[in-house]
Structures are given as C-alpha cells and as structure tokens.
C-alpha cells in the first residue's frame, strides 16, 4: 500500500469520528493541577519549595475519556458518580458547557467527589495529592446505572469501561454491561486495573500499559517479543478478542485472538507528562473502530493520538484537526503486519 493511500484510510476513519456515539462508563473525577516554579530548598525538611503561580481543573478519569471523544468528534454519552460537592458539581458543570448531557451521573452524600491534585514545577511532577474514599457503591446505584445504559442503548455504538478503581465497576456490573453488549453485538473496550483483570471477561479489546500488562502475566517486558508473550497472555485469561499494550517510549504492541500481532513505534519526540494518556488512546482507539476501522489502523490512531497528548504538560485532549495535522505530516509502517 503506497503512503498516501494509507494516509487517507487513517484520514478517512477520523473524518467519521462524528458518525460515532459512544458509552463512557466509569470512574468520574477532577484532575487538579498547582503550577509553579522552585529556587530552593526547605530549611525545614530536605524538600523543595514551590512558588505558586496558578492552578487550574480538568475533567479527570473517565471524565478525560468523556472529554476527548468529544473534542475528536463523536457523540458521547457518560455514567457515573460523583460526589454531591463543589467538585461534583465543577463535573456536571464543565460537561454541560461542552454540550455532553449528564442524566448518567449520578450525585451522592454518601462520598466526595475524587480529586487528584498535582503540583508541577518547571513542567515536572513534584508530588500528587489524592483525595478520595474508595469502597463498593450500593446496590440501588447500580441499578440506576444499569437502567440508564439500557434506555439510551438503541443510540449507542459501543461502550468503554474506564476503571480506575475507585469502586463503581464492580464485578456485577461491569458483567451485566458485557451481557447487555453481547446481546445487541455491541463492542466493550476497557481501560482496565489488572487488581480485578478477571471481571473484564468476554469483553472486546483491554489496553493496559505496560507495567500493568507485565504484572497480570508474570511476564518482565524488556523486548517487542516479551510484550506479545504478555498480551497473548491477557487475551486468553480473558477470552477478549484483542489487547493493546501501551508502552510509553517503546509504542504499543497489539495482538488478536488469531495470534497475529503487530508492534507500533511512538510517534513522540519528545514526553512533558503521560497524565491521562491512557484515556486518549481509549477514546480514539473506540472511536476508529465504530467507523469500522481495523482494530490495526484504530490502535495505529491511537498512537497518533497519544503522540499529541503526552506532549502536553497536565491532564490534556486531542482535537481531531490536530490529529489529522499529525498524520499528514507523517507515516511508517507497522512492524508485524500490514493494515
């Protein structure tokens, strides 16, 4: 396939970003960030002192994967819990001013709204703070979430659990979802926590990132070949179609349920902050496969995407004109097959 052809077939899948509508399920929280700069050192205790100079909140968790489905262009639906606080309320907030509906979340008295804050100095990490109460939702949340997919499910055309384990995806749940997706041959791509790795069964597609993917399969991955050992793995522990591993500097590496693989280099020169990358490539890896993408040329967006997002310091989207901008810019081939 010469490259300009397969440039327009990546084209062409985003340019039907819009066509897509997509169920984000999961866990909903506020990404907080405290910018400033360090000149010295406490004299109090061997740790730095940071100048505040601004700070600022974004949608954070399945919120982020909300947020960049909807600045590639599709439409995105979402359902979840937040606190019924300041934050929870900033969520529903900041969702309804991008025009995405809110009748799936679900505030309660009964926990705060989680918040991650990070002070960054001179575009680095200094220390994260997290906020949150992690246990099990009830039993009638559940069913309001259930109930919510279900009368909206005609519209959809695929569903992402987004699993930061913070207690909604319960095994109950996420199991009922499968069932629900199974029945209408509706695809489940889940951004997963390897501590339950076991309740994503029968679903679509996972995508862990590397340390993850290693630490489910026992396998320490150094090589392209370690990396395919792990995700054969993952995908017959699960019985999942196919698993994409994101593996920071060293790409992604995708294996099917067939056996084949293929191996895809970053496309980043240069990494300012991986915070929420691993929504943006869940976000545009679903959105190329409802337009009916290969799940080769959606994970080879998907890297595209990623190469965008963690070139940006704090939690970030991807517009889909600067996705397209990216793939006309450049090409390479996929090592382990071809589209």
């Known amino acids: ?43 109090e205790a061997p740790v730095p002192i940071v100048k505040v100079t601004n700070e600022s909140f974004h949608l954070g968790g399945a919120a982020n994967v909300v947020h960049n489905i909807h600045t590639l262009g599709g439409k995105v ?16 907030h900041d969702l309804r001013t991008l025009g995405i509906s809110t009748r799936g979340i679900i505030l309660t008295h009964k926990r705060p709204t989680t918040v991650k804050t990070r002070i960054i100095a001179h575009n680095q990490q200094v220390v994260r703070l997290d906020r949150e109460e992690v246990s099990a939702f009830n039993t009638d949340i559940k069913k309001r979430i259930i109930a919510y997919c279900k009368k909206i499910f005609s519209d959809i055309h695929a569903v992402i659990l987004s699993d930061y384990d913070k207690g909604l995806l319960s095994r109950e749940l ?106 943006t490539v869940v976000s545009a890896l679903t959105l ?10 959606a994970a080879l967006i998907a890297n595209y995407a990623a190469g965008i997002v963690i070139k940006k310091v704090g939690t970030a989207s991807v517009a889909k004109e600067e996705l397209k901008k990216a793939i006309q810019k450049q090409n390479y081939i996929l090592n382990g097959g071809s589209f």
């Open 174 to 279: 996420v199991e009922e979802i499968i069932a629900l997706c199974k029945r209408e041959k509706k695809p489940v791509i889940v951004d997963p926590k390897v501590e339950h790795i076991d309740i994503y069964n029968g679903v679509t597609m996972i995508t862990p990132n590397q340390k993850e993917a290693g630490e489910v399969s026992g396998v320490k991955i150094l090589t392209d070949e370690d990396a395919s050992r792990a995700a054969s793995f993952l995908q017959k522990k699960i019985g999942c179609e196919s698993v994409l591993i994101t593996r920071g500097e060293q790409g992604m590496t995708l294996v099917e349920k067939n056996g084949s693989f293929a191996h895809i280099p970053t496309l980043a020169t240069e990494v300012y902050d991986v915070t929420g990358a691993g929504d």
């Open 77 to 92: 639906y979402t359902a979840g819990v937040t606190g019924n606080d300041e934050m929870g309320r900033k969520i529903l």
């Open 1 to 43: 396939m010469r490259k300009l052809t397969a440039k327009r077939v990546l084209l062409n899948h985003i340019d039907n970003f819009s066509q897509a509508r997509i169920m984000v399920i999961g866990d909903i929280m506020i990404d907080h960030f405290i910018w400033g700069s360090v000149n010295r050192i406490s004299p």
């Open 288 to 297: 190329a496969l409802t337009t009916g993408a290969s799940k080769r040329v």
